[in-house]
Every structure is written in structure tokens, then in C-alpha cells.
């Protein structure tokens, strides 16, 4: 297919007209300057943007553990879906526990 790439933009064989900060989500055109993509889902971007499965987060105050978006605490690590502090907790296999002298799995 042959088409003017000033005024559209071909996403995954889809014709799209271009709009400002244009980019690609699935067949979808969208704006990257306001928009982010996650998982072919466009949501509106905010402050440090990031994509956890198909959801938009906040990498500032949040973490995305196995596809779940939690709280970020202190020392953030992901056990499975969980959010935990490293500093105090192990995990091992998927399990929390707590950390003790030279603790391993």
C-alpha cells in the first residue's frame, strides 16, 4: 500500500492520519507527547510514566509487581505480585520471609 507518510502513518498495516508526536499502539494512532501505549491500551501519560500489563503508573510512588501495581515502600523489591522491603524480608520461591543472619533460599 502506497501512501503519503507526511499525513499518515501505517500502524500494524492500518492507515492512520498523523497527528502531533505521533507513534503506534497496535493498529491505533496516538499522541506520545500525552499518551503512552501499555499492552496495545493507550492511556493518558503522567508523571513518570511507565506501563505495567495494560495500565499506566506513577514508577515514582508505585511499583508493578507481576502485572500489579502497589505502593512503593522503602527498599521496593517484587515477590510474585507482592511489593516488599529487601532490607528486612527474603524471598524465596514466591514466599515472604523474614531476613535473619545470612539468610538464603
Do not use: P, W
Not at 500500500?1 to 492500518?14: A, K, L, Q, T
Not at 532490607?87 to 520471609?97: F, Q
Amino acid at each position: 500500500m502506497e501512501y503519503n507518510s507526511r499525513i499518515h502513518i501505517c500502524c500494524d498495516g492500518v492507515l492512520n492520519l498523523k497527528g502531533f508526536n505521533s507513534s503506534c499502539c497496535g493498529k491505533k494512532e496516538y499522541n506520545s507527547g500525552i499518551h503512552t501505549c501499555c499492552g496495545g491500551v493507550i492511556n493518558l501519560k503522567g508523571f513518570n510514566s511507565s506501563c505495567c500489563g495494560k495500565k499506566e503508573y506513577n514508577s515514582g510512588i508505585h511499583t508493578c509487581c507481576g502485572g500489579v501495581i502497589n505502593l512503593k515502600g522503602f527498599n521496593s523489591s517484587c515477590c510474585g505480585k507482592m511489593e516488599y522491603n529487601s532490607r528486612i524480608h527474603i524471598c524465596c520461591n514466591g514466599v515472604l520471609a523474614l531476613k535473619g543472619l545470612n539468610s538464603t533460599c
